[in-house]
């Protein structure tokens, strides 16, 4: 905001236990910072590094060999009619940007806590700034997934026009456990060492390496109650086209779930959000 | 539209104390067995309110209310420990209050630090923009001022170089150059003036001089209290959370010196036991005011007195008392004697009184070196390193270095400045 442009002073009320009030007015006054904070999380991320940005497309490339050649190659796991390597790089794509977000967000608060016991803004910003810079890492994978496509001569359907909608699915639902994980992570250190482990498990009881398909059907909507499952089978329905059918059922199980996990971590987040500053 | 900038209404803030062990607090095996154990009770004992007895609440401020007018700077003292961050953390909305209210009119900006949010391998360009939108400037504002903070810092040859290979005086520079550009109707400042060198501080205090001028509202905490004096037009003393003097900054800041800095006797008296055997011997010596106080705190601008209490055993001729002030190096700044022109007899005391000007010392601590002594011939008897004392700045001409080492006296010297002859006419 610019207040020097803003000859009337605006003035500002603060009550014990009500600053609740100000607080989305303040998130939109403060997008600059979150602009800024966003810019030098990206700028700084591949500085002195030899290769720069291609580690954003060297890290996916490199699982994605793997999980090909161990699910692909070993398992003979069926790929629905697309290249294994595309199938498991539309999972890919989605997957790393939820774990990115989740280990970013994870200590977001943390590293950003002299900023956040000096100055006042909504601290949403940091988590989501965070989010923002994993998205960047995510756009470029998708230049892989491009490359990918021309070496296989594989061209998308109609269906490729629903991704963004799935992209924005994916940046909520990496919000949602963002959120949860940074405000958790701000009382109890503990979460440092339990997010890698959630990164972990989650690659492989999430369907990157393979097909949801594979899955038994009477097991799907149990396996739907992994969040992912629903984002990722999204991704996959609207890259790999035809012969790629959505199980309807769990995809509202995990969209539903994806909602509930973001509303309760917004209200979590705000509810625990006002003594930061005091422990962190 | 009033003229109150800031009112403060019966604030209160409350921290819980763990009897935990650090670090415990806050552990999850921590939270999950308390609240395993609390939901037992509550199961156990379904009336009782749950108590937590662990941790104990610790009032920072306590019902605190004041009133501030635009264009008002304000000084708050305090020892360490009286609440003055956490009222500045308030009033900057870092942390929420307890209890009570805040209206602030006007846009408010925080300098709790210099330089927050400064990233090591952004370069000085990035980092101006980076800061700058933290201390809450938009872009267009930092756009606008940009050259002018340049400028400030003087950096203009490192402005595309990475942060972290600047000097340390360059970043605290370019980091000041930043939040003195920032143009709040309130300015909220803590101790962050004391960097950099002593010509760019005496820069800094300038503009905080012309931001006070321009008619905007600023509330400094500070340990200084010769910059509080001279930066401020009214003073809060904070005690135990709540404010306890307010007046003028001269006023305030003596009040703070007499009652609530360590004000020691500094009473220096014999240990060993052979001064019965001196011809004469120093009893005891203090420090006291012009009001014959015994205290060890004094202002700049008042004169300090020393007395020297001896006990004559055997009287001697050409007996001289002297004394050596000498500061925290252990220099000697000066030594002062006087020959006891009297005659004295055994059993006699005699006291000795020495004055020191006011306006003399600068504010440093200080401590004595007496002796009793008959010139070039025996010194009789020594104390060394005793009646320690402070001189504290109340707002003197020099008062921009305070804390820099600038000397041990105030030397009033004169300055002649003649006009330059222009070379080209």
């Keep these: 905001m610019s207040h020097s442009s803003n000859p009337k002073p605006s003035t500002l009320i603060i009550e014990a236990g009500k600053t609740e009030k100000h607080y989305w007015r303040d998130l939109w006054r403060y997008r600059e910072l979150f602009y800024f904070l966003a810019w030098r999380d990206v700028l700084v991320r591949y500085k002195q590094t030899a290769i720069g940005m291609a580690w954003a497309l060297l890290q996916p490339f490199l699982t994605m060999v793997v999980l090909t050649v161990v699910f692909g190659r070993l398992a003979q796991l069926p790929s629905d009619g697309a290249p294994y390597p595309i199938l498991v790089f539309a999972a890919m794509l989605p997957w790393q940007f939820f774990a990115n977000s989740l280990s970013a967000c994870s200590n977001s608060l ?25 998205f960047v890492d995510f756009l470029v994978a998708g230049m892989m997934l491009l490359l990918l496509m021309v070496v296989y001569n594989f061209v998308p359907t109609w269906r490729i026009i629903f991704l963004p909608l799935f992209v924005a699915i994916a940046a909520l639902a990496s919000l949602g456990a963002g959120l949860w994980l940074s405000a958790l992570n701000v009382k109890y250190r503990d979460f440092r060492y339990i997010v890698p482990f959630i990164v972990q498990f989650g690659l492989y009881l999430s369907p990157v390496g393979f097909s949801s398909n594979v899955v038994p059907q009477r097991w799907r909507l149990l396996y739907s109650l992994n969040p992912m499952v629903g984002v990722i089978d999204g991704f996959r329905w609207a890259i790999l086209g035809g012969n790629f059918h959505l199980y309807l059922p769990g995809f509202f199980l995990s969209l539903f779930l994806l909602l509930v996990l973001l509303i309760s971590s917004l209200w979590y987040f705000r509810k625990t959000e006002r003594t930061f500053a005091d422990i962190i | 539209m009033s003229d109150v900038a800031i009112c403060v209404e019966n604030l209160g803030k409350k921290y819980l104390l763990s009897h935990q062990q650090e670090g415990d607090r806050y552990a999850l095996r921590y939270a999950i067995a308390n609240g395993v154990k609390r939901w037992g009770k509550r199961l156990l004992h379904p009336r009782q309110g749950v108590t937590r007895p662990e941790l104990e609440e610790f009032w920072a401020l306590q019902d605190l209310s004041f009133e501030i007018k635009r264009g008002d ?41 210099v330089g927050t949010g400064f990233h090591p391998e952004l370069t000085g360009r990035e980092n101006i923009y980076l800061n700058g939108s933290i201390l809450g400037m938009s872009r267009q504002e930092i756009n606008r001022k940009f050259d002018e903070i340049v400028a400030f810092a003087e950096i203009e040859k490192f402005l595309d170089t990475p942060v972290k290979r600047y000097s340390s005086g360059m970043y605290v520079r370019l980091a000041f150059a930043v939040a003195a550009h920032l143009e709040p109707e309130i300015l909220v400042i803590d101790e962050v003036l004391a960097v950099g060198d002593a010509q760019f501080q005496k820069k800094c205090l300038g503009k905080m001089e012309t931001v006070g001028k321009e008619g905007r509202t600023v509330i400094f905490v500070s340990h200084q209290m010769g910059m509080v004096n001279q930066l401020c037009s009214k003073a809060f003393l904070l005690n135990q959370g709540q404010i306890i003097v307010r007046g003028t900054p001269a006023t305030v800041i003596q009040q703070y010196l007499g009652d609530f800095v360590s004000n020691t006797v500094n009473h220096a008296t014999r240990s060993d036991h052979n001064y019965q055997t001196k011809e004469i011997y120093i009893d005891h010596a203090e420090t006291v005011n012009s009001k014959g106080i015994a205290i060890t705190e004094f202002m700049h601008n008042e004169p300090i007195f020393l007395t020297i209490h001896c006990q004559v055993n055997q009287w001697l001729n050409h007996i001289t ?49 007496i002796a009793v002594h008959i ?4 010194i009789i008897d020594l104390l060394d390193e005793v009646c320690s004392f ?8 020099l008062a921009h270095y305070e804390g820099l080492d600038y000397g041990c006296i105030f030397a009033p010297c004169e300055w002649i400045i003649n006009p330059l002859v222009s070379q080209n006419q």
């Excluded at chain 2, 009297?342 to 003399?360: E, G, S």
Aim: charged share 20%; net charge positive; with cysteine.
């Design chain 1, 110 to 134: 943390i590293t950003n806590a002299h900023v956040i016991s000096k100055v006042y803004f909504p601290r949403l910003i940091v988590p989501a700034s965070a989010v923002v810079v994993s």
């Design chain 2, 73 to 113: 700077r304000v000084g708050i003292i305090g020892r360490n420990g009286a609440g003055k961050s956490t009222l500045l953390k308030i009033l900057s909305r870092i942390t929420e209050p307890t209890t009570g209210r805040i209206t602030l009119n006007g846009r408010v900006a925080s300098l709790l630090e």
């Design chain 2, 321 to 369: 008392i002297s004394a050596a002030l000498k500061d925290r190096q252990n220099r000697k700044i000066f030594t002062t004697e006087s020959e006891l022109s009297q005659q004295y007899r055994t059993n006699d005391k005699v006291t000795a009184c020495i004055k020191i000007p006011a306006n003399l010392l600068a504010p440093n601590p200080y401590f004595f070196e």
């Design chain 2, 375 to 378: 010139r070039g011939v025996k």
């Design chain 2, 390 to 397: 402070r001189v504290n700045d109340l707002g003197s001409e």
